[in-house]
Each structure stands twice: as structure tokens, then as C-alpha cells.
């Protein structure tokens, strides 16, 4: 097969693996980086001998997104602070159609939760929860068998329910209240602040040691409103909010008169906020990638 039309077949699949890739990295750049591996290894393969070329791609990309996670978690032990997944940001209004597939079974909440499980595990939700894709194809990817591909799909499935994405949440609902909170933490209303949050409320904020941020998760709304309210009084000046749709959902950009950007994605369960995740690590935001991608 000649290269240009090899390169037409990678394309044709390449927004594929990039879901794929993303979804089982939590990381944009990791995710381009491993695409980039996948078409290296397809330009260089024998193209006539592959049936099907977006099951080769599809596996290929898999096992080279599982050596990359374990390479990524080795070094996120010394991540400092809580680690989130670097998020996927859209201006507030794009496209319905994109914004829609993006936000398919791909929140915040979900792809932290599966920091939880192993590679493998994860791979193997992912491809069958997400993807719909059989036990026998997953078996021959993980180089496992189906018996026990089934049992790390379930046993994934069990861990990551609580935080699994629930669109009988309409999206309207989860806007009114991304937007009533952006108008509290404008006004610095904490009242109506208590009245958004369960009462189980987690959040998390993701410096990644280069901007402050909290060392740890906090849980419970007391303790959550007790942290904002601190933050809210040592700013200086009033925050410019504007609107952005995160990974599919509407989400807020908090901008600090001295240019600090901090990224507000949500959790909505049942009229109220169940999660909040302030992602300031600027690397992980789009204000911040190309000064990350001048340094390398």
C-alpha cells in the first residue's frame, strides 16, 4: 500500500484512537503522543496483511496507551497535590453535534475515578463500556482470556458506578446550576453557595505544584465552603467568569485580575453540585500549552 494512501486509511480512524487514547490516559498530549506511535508502527507495517484495519489500529493503540499509563502513574507519585485529568475545553456554543460525542461517557468525575483501577482494568471498560466492543476482540488485545476480561469489565463496573455519568441529568439543568454558582462566586455568596452543594460534595483542585492549590481532596460541604470562602478572601479584585463546555458539559473559566486562570468542571446528581474540580495546573489549560510547548 503506498503512503499516501496509507495515511488516508490512519485518518479515516484517527478521531477514533484519539477518544480512545484520551480516555484511557486522562491526557491530551499523552493521548496525540500514542496516536503518533500507533500511525509510526502502521506506516511501517505490512498494510496487505491487515483484514481489518481499524481492529489492528484499535488494539495497537490500546497496548500502547496501557504502557503509557503505567509509565504516566509511575510519575505521578511525586505529582504534587491531587492529580485530575487534563480537560477537554470548547468556548461555551460549539457545535451540538461535537459537544454531544465528547461528552459521552467522558466527565471529570469519570475519568478520575478510574485512576482507580488498574491499566488493564481500565482498557478493558473502556473498550466494552464505551466502545462496545466484544469480549473476544478485548481478550485478543489484552492477551488475555474472555472469562477474564469479563470479570475485570465488571469488576471496573463496580468501582467507578458512583461516578459514572448520568445524562437523565439534563444538560439544561446542570447549565442553571453552573450558572447559579458562577453568579454566587461573583457576588461571593456563600448562602446560596450552601444551598447548591450536597451534602456530600467532594472537590478538588489541581495545581500540579507550578500555581497554589490545595495538597489535598476535601470532602463534605462545611469543609468545602469553609476552602472557598478562604479563597474568596484573599482575592484581590473581582474574578471575570466566562462560560466553557468541559468534556461535553458546561463548565467555567475563573480568570484573576492577575491573569491566574482556573478551570471549574461539576458533577450534578439530583438538583445539586456532588463534585467540584478547580483545575489551575497551566499546563493542563489551554491558556497555558503553548507556553508548555515553547519550553520542550
Known sequence: MTEPLASTDFERHRRHLLRLAYRILGSVSEAEDVVQEAWLRWSGSRLDAIADARAWLTTTTTRLAIDALRAAQRQRVDYVGPWLPEPLVEDAGADPAAVQEMADEVSIALLLALERLA???????????????????IAATLER????????????RQRVAADR?????????????????????????SERLSELFAPDVELWSDGGGKVAAMRKPLFGRERVLKALAG???????????????????????????????????????NGS????????????????????????
Open 145 to 156: 482470556s474472555e472469562p477474564a476480561c469479563r470479570q475485570m469489565v465488571k469488576r471496573a
Open 231 to 269: 479563597l474568596a478572601r484573599v482575592q484581590v479584585g473581582r474574578l471575570r467568569v466566562e462560560e466553557r463546555d468541559v468534556n461535553g458539559r458546561l463548565g467555567l473559566l475563573l480568570i484573576a485580575p492577575d491573569g491566574m486562570h482556573t478551570l471549574v468542571a461539576m458533577k450534578v446528581r
Open 273 to 296: 453540585i456532588h463534585g467540584l474540580y478547580l483545575i489551575r495546573n497551566p499546563a493542563k489549560l489551554p491558556a497555558g500549552k503553548s507556553e508548555v510547548a515553547a519550553e520542550r
Open 119 to 137: 491499566p488493564e482494568e481500565r482498557a478493558a471498560f473502556l473498550l466494552r463500556e464505551v466502545f462496545d466492543i466484544d469480549y473476544g476482540e
Open 165 to 189: 455519568p448520568r445524562f437523565d441529568v439534563p444538560a439544561e439543568e446542570h447549565a442553571q446550576l453552573v450558572r447559579t454558582f458562577a453568579a454566587a462566586v461573583a457576588g461571593h455568596g
